[in-house]
């Protein structure tokens, strides 16, 4: 009876082993199951034929909208679909809008407190939406110093003009020649 005893004690002995190991492997196996459904899949980039979006926003490390994408709407202002870039602090320093009345406009702004803050336009180029052009400069009082246009007669103009005088003084230079606007 003692050789049965130690035959089933070696066999629940066995048994208990067998038991241990099972449960050590069950845990390791439960272990990995965790890491790799936290591990990220990396998984091919499907492309799409279109990406359609309403606004694009592309911010600096510090979170700051820099470069915004899309309809460009400001109050009192018409349409506008197109680019904005803007400095560390937010302010507006390049613009690139189409208008919807088919002008298609680019300006560059001036930093602000670097003279009337109400327009801080320096430069703009436009296609205007009845097949002219032009290219202006503004100063820091937001007048029009200098121009160059092309006309309803498809004449090229380069326009100098000083608001400090009383009245003030326009100059145009073209191909016909130059005159003098008071």
Known sequence: M???????????????????????????????????????????????????????VVEDADGRARLRLGYLDAPGNTRRFGMRIDDPRGAERFG???????????GFDAPPGTGDNRNRERINIAADEAGGAYIRFLDRRTNVVARWHLDDQNRAWMQFSDFTQQPPVIRRYGLDGDEVVR
């Open 2 to 56: 003692v050789h049965d005893q130690d035959a089933i004690g070696s066999r629940v002995a066995m048994l208990e082993r067998q038991v241990r190991t099972l449960k050590a492997a069950t845990a390791v196996a439960i272990v990995l199951a965790l890491l790799l459904a936290a591990i990220p899949r990396t998984t091919a980039q499907q492309t799409a034929d279109v990406l359609r979006v309403r606004q694009l």
């Open 96 to 106: 690139l809008s189409y208008i919807d009345n088919g002008s298609l406009v680019m």
